[in-house]
């Protein structure tokens, strides 16, 4: 079941957390984050997040579901 999946899941900060969650990040199968054009950088950048910021670690079975969240959340 995914919802139970260990990596349908990412340990992220609260405010990237609910951008992901919102859809307005995500991130490559490299694990660098996608900014939605939907805000501003300068919105962003209030938020702490900035252009090149990339997951810690990330395995090969994270990035079915990253492709998921890109193409079905990613605003």
């Known amino acids: 079941m995914q919802r139970l999946d260990v990596y349908n899941g990412l340990l992220l900060?609260?405010?990237?957390?609910?951008?992901?969650?919102?859809?307005?990040i995500s991130f490559d199968d490299n694990g660098i984050i996608i900014l939605s054009d939907f805000l501003p950088l300068s919105e962003y950048r209030l938020l702490g997040v900035?252009?090149?910021m990339r997951l810690v670690h990330i395995e090969t079975n994270h990035i079915p579901?990253?492709?998921?969240?890109?193409?079905?959340?990613l605003l």
Do not use: S, T
Not at 14 to 19: H, Q
Not at 65 to 73: G, I, P, Q, V, W
């Open 13 to 24: 900060i609260p405010n990237l957390d609910k951008l992901f969650d919102k859809g307005y």
């Open 65 to 73: 579901y990253l492709k998921f969240h890109r193409e079905n959340c």
């Open 50 to 52: 900035q252009q090149g």
